[in-house]
């Protein structure tokens, strides 16, 4: 299930709520509710154990997979696309709530992203865990100091995107008001080679050019046929795959069902 938490939601009301966390804990792909970007008066923070998380946040597009931890400035827009098998972490914190607001990393202004080695995220793991115990029991002071603690790991020459060319590309791809390229198209777009467009998103996401293009064609077309006053084939040139087949073998390939069944069963449970 996708987590129930007001961070989710930018919409929520967090007023009086000067901090909170919850487990993430999904199953699968789930795709967010479609709830426009909004900006929070709390920081927030993402971090994965496992799977990842597609977030949007200040305009830009954060892959955040096993070891990552993303800190989000207050005030600033934010989204999620979607949840994959994501394990982890989610909250908020207002800075006057910390017992040491000088934090360097909460003076950055833009969204800051750090990939602990797997030592050191058994350690971050283990301290929101306890952070975790510690607010539930409402014991405010000791779930302070734990979040103290991680900020103080955070390095801001680390936590800036850690390649400008991937992230403009995730940009580019989840942008649904754009039509979809090839690989070849993108890069022409960015001055860049193919090839360098995908030594560049592989090194940053361990996924390929290709492989992003097709999760969000997944994306858009699950959105789609969620609309009954569409049809499969104009979903499908939507998607930019006009040939409905091929469009119904690549949807059950990346689904394990075909689009008409997909909407079936989705309008079943609404």
């Known amino acids: 299930m996708i987590p129930s938490s007001p961070y989710h939601n930018p919409h929520a009301s967090l007023d009086g709520m000067p901090f909170f966390v919850r487990k993430m804990n999904t199953v699968g792909y789930l795709q967010a509710p479609q709830i426009p970007a909004a900006a929070l008066p709390l920081y927030g923070f993402i971090f994965i154990s496992s799977g990842e998380v597609l977030v949007d946040a200040g305009g830009r597009q954060y892959l955040v997979d096993e070891g990552k931890f993303l800190l989000i400035p207050a005030n600033t827009p934010f989204s999620i696309r979607y949840y994959h098998d994501s394990v982890g972490y989610t909250g ?10 000088s934090h360097p990393v909460l003076y950055v ?4 992203m750090q ?6 995220a058994a350690f971050v793991q283990e301290v929101f865990r306890r952070v975790l115990e510690d607010f539930t029991k409402g014991e405010g002071q000791m779930a302070a100091s734990g979040m103290d603690m991680l900020l103080s790991m955070l390095r801001i020459d680390e936590g800036v995107e850690g390649s400008e060319i991937s992230g403009r ?8 008001s754009r039509k979809f390229l090839p690989v070849t198209g993108y890069a022409e777009e960015l001055g860049i080679s193919p090839s360098s467009l995908n030594r560049a998103v592989r090194r ?3 996924r390929s050019a290709v492989e992003w293009i097709s999760i969000s064609r997944m994306s858009l077309a699950r959105q789609l046929l969620r609309r009954e006053d569409m049809s499969i084939i104009d979903v499908a040139a939507a998607v ?10 690549f949807f059950r390939k990346n689904e394990g069902m075909t689009p008409m069944q997909y ?5 079943e449970k609404s």
Not at 92 to 101: H, V, Y
Not at 109 to 112: A, E, I, M, Q, S
Not at 240 to 248: E, H, P, R, T
């Open 92 to 101: 908020g914190f207002s800075g006057k709530w910390l017992k040491d607001a």
């Open 240 to 249: 930019g795959l006009d040939d409905q087949s091929y469009f119904s073998r």
């Open 204 to 206: 940053y996401s361990n």
């Open 169 to 176: 590309f995730l940009d580019m791809v989840f942008d649904h």
């Open 263 to 267: 909407r079936t069963k989705v309008l």
């Open 109 to 112: 202004g833009k969204p800051l």
């Open 115 to 120: 990939h602990f080695i797997r030592e050191d």
